[in-house]
């Protein structure tokens, strides 16, 4: 089982929609989560950290973690085509873990 | 502050030859990481550092790969021989012990020939 583990997608929805990005882990006592956005040959750069259960907003970004489940979740409203990209679930114990990605593409 | 700087930000090389990548972390982080990112394995750790020491070098996949800190500002991670399936872009991040969030170099695209 891998540490970090995301649907790989491509994942597609209209402009204006709702995109939900999932993610799981298998380290119990995880303590950080981060989502990373990458732009195609651009580095990763985070948008959102969340460290207690529940819901965190910014903007237009909602990240939800859940640990009994050891689930974490990024929700973007109003996808926009700017948020076209792939979505890095990471997790921080003693060091950062990444998933495989999540590719999204907001199409016009 | 410039970020996370990394050098060459492209890499061609011809098997067997030595690579040697380098990254100045941002001033005043105490952590260093190199991560390795391909579309069959993704973005892999491959060494970290806190205040110049390695940590934890188990992602380093072979004793041709080789990481040094000499100083808070400056790393080095070298490969050689080099090999094709070492192209890849390389990554370096740095972050503070009381912040856990990486902020990541624009990367070097290695190719190996």
């Known amino acids: 089982q891998k540490e970090v583990e995301q649907n790989s997608g491509p994942l597609s929805v209209p402009e204006g929609a709702i995109a939900s990005l999932n993610c799981t882990y298998s380290?119990?006592?995880?303590?950080?989560f981060f989502w990373y956005r990458q732009y195609s040959g651009k580095s990763p750069e985070l948008i959102m950290s969340?460290?207690?259960?529940g819901d965190k907003e910014d903007g237009r970004f909602t990240a939800q973690l859940n640990k009994a489940s050891q689930y974490v979740s990024l929700l973007i409203r109003d996808s926009q085509p700017s948020d076209s990209a792939t979505y890095l679930c990471?997790?921080?114990?003693?060091?950062?873990?990444f998933g495989a990605g999540t590719r999204l593409t907001v199409k016009p | 502050d410039a970020g996370v700087i990394q050098s060459p930000r492209h890499e061609v090389t011809e098997m067997g030859q030595e690579v040697t990548l380098r990254c100045k972390p941002i001033?005043?982080?105490?952590?260093l990481f190199w991560y390795r990112q391909t579309m069959m394995r993704g973005l892999e750790l491959l060494i970290y550092?806190?205040?110049?020491?390695?940590?934890?070098d188990s992602g380093m996949p072979e004793d041709r790969f080789s990481a040094k800190m000499p100083n808070a500002s400056f790393s080095t991670l070298k490969i050689q021989p080099s090999e094709p399936r070492d192209s890849a872009v390389y990554f370096c991040?740095?972050?503070?012990?009381?912040?856990?969030?990486?902020?990541f170099g624009a990367g070097t695209r290695l190719s190996v020939l």
């Open positions: 991040a740095s972050t503070w012990g009381g912040e856990n969030i990486q902020y």
């Open positions: 990471a997790v921080n114990n003693n060091d950062m873990r």
């Open positions: 001033s005043g982080h105490d952590y």
């Open positions: 380290d119990r006592v995880s303590q950080s």
């Open positions: 550092f806190n205040n110049n020491v390695p940590i934890d």
């Open positions: 969340i460290y207690s259960n």
